[in-house]
Structures are given as structure tokens and as C-alpha cells.
Nanobody, 124 residues
Framework: QVQLVESGGGLVQAGGSLRLSCAAS????????MGWFRQAPGKEREFVAA????????YYADSVKGRFTVSRDNAKSTVDLQMNSLKPEDTAVYYC?????????????????WGQGTQVTVSS
């Protein structure tokens, strides 16, 4: 069955770094664009970053541009999110998602598969 499993979340001080990873299985990974979203308590799920099928194109929310980097390894069926210069407002549950038809979609409704999420907490 389809699985997306995130890892790498945790507690970090402001200014620190974390690297999230998402391992995919149960579908042809290279046929899917991948995205990262986050959801803070009481807020809607929001787009963070996305990467095209081949990895040649990347997309970022303005709030993370220059601090976060998304990458993928199609041979390993993984997608990573390197997060630097973290801020308290980056605190959220982070989800990876797979999109069969759209590359770089900012809308969670276009994504077909979702992981269970990993908590990122940034202390001030």
C-alpha cells in the first residue's frame, strides 16, 4: 500500500537547523511531484515547498525562501527538506505529500497521498 513516512522533526532553538526526510513506498515515486506542507495549531495547512518529478524545479513559500531547501532522490524514493535559520513561527506539524499531475502546486487539494506528519518545534 501507499506510504509516506516523515522523520527528522524535533525541538530546536531559534536560528538552528533541522533536516526532514520523507520515505515513499507503494507507488512509482518518480511519477509524482512532491510537496511539503505544515500546519500549526488552530491554523490551516499551508504550503512550504515543492519539487518537480525530476527534481529540476523547486518552489517555495515566501516565508521560507532562502532558508529552506527541498531535494529528492528518485533512486531511494525520498524527499528531504533542509530547514536553516529556523524561527519560532516555523513551529508546526510538517507533512510530505505526492502529486500525480501538478508540479509545484500550492493547494493541498491537488495532492493524492499524504504522510502522517512530523512535529517541528522552534523555541525562542
Amino acid at each position: 500500500q501507499v506510504q509516506l513516512v516523515e522523520s527528522g522533526g524535533g525541538l530546536v532553538q531559534a536560528g538552528g537547523s533541522l533536516r526532514l526526510s520523507c520515505a515513499a513506498s507503494g507507488f512509482t515515486f518518480s511519477n509524482y511531484a512532491m510537496g511539503w506542507f505544515r500546519q500549526a495549531p488552530g491554523k490551516e495547512r499551508e504550503f512550504v515547498a515543492a519539487i518537480s518529478w525530476s527534481g529540476g524545479s523547486t518552489y517555495y513559500a515566501d516565508s521560507v525562501k532562502g532558508r529552506f531547501t527541498v531535494s529528492r532522490d528518485n533512486a531511494k524514493s525520498t524527499v528531504d527538506l533542509q530547514m536553516n535559520s529556523l524561527k519560532p513561527e516555523d513551529t508546526a506539524v510538517y507533512y510530505c505529500a505526492a502529486d500525480r499531475y501538478y508540479s509545484g502546486s500550492y493547494s493541498p487539494t491537488t495532492y493524492n497521498y499524504w504522510g502522517q506528519g512530523t512535529q517541528v518545534t522552534v523555541s525562542s
